[in-house]
């Protein structure tokens, strides 16, 4: 079974930076790429950042690109996101994500719980 438990979030002033963490387990985690998402209140689900299964190729909207850094890690079955120059738009839950397949995609079947990110103005 799936398990994705994210970790790290809280509040932090913008400008600021923040990295998120997710613990994966119950599949095999370096054959499958992996993928941050977030959703703020009232929006739809948001995909931020994705990365293929050997952790050579990532990949971000707009939005977040050069500020955001997914990683991974295939021995710890850890993938991580560093944010920085946060801004209150960032403002969410985030959420790790995964899916079939090794390369990076946008969409995907399992998320974790989330956890919180606010960024104060």
């Known amino acids: 079974q799936v398990q994705l438990v994210e970790s790290g979030g809280g509040l932090v002033q913008a400008g600021g930076s923040l990295r998120l963490s997710c613990a994966a387990s119950?599949?095999?985690?370096?054959?499958?790429?992996m993928g941050w998402v977030r959703q703020a209140p009232g929006k739809e689900r948001e995909w931020v950042a994705g990365?293929?299964?050997?952790?050579?190729?990532?990949h971000y909207p707009d939005p977040v690109k050069g500020r955001f850094t997914i990683s991974r890690d295939n021995v710890k079955n850890m993938v991580y996101l560093h944010m920085s120059s946060l801004k209150p738009e960032d403002t969410a839950v985030y959420y790790c994500?995964?899916?079939?397949?090794?390369?990076?995609?946008?969409?995907?079947?399992?998320w974790g719980e989330g956890t919180q990110v606010t960024v104060s103005s």
């Open positions: 990365i293929n299964w050997s952790g050579d190729n990532t």
């Open positions: 994500a995964t899916d079939s397949g090794r390369e990076v995609h946008t969409e995907y079947d399992y």
């Open positions: 119950g599949f095999l985690f370096s054959d499958l790429a």
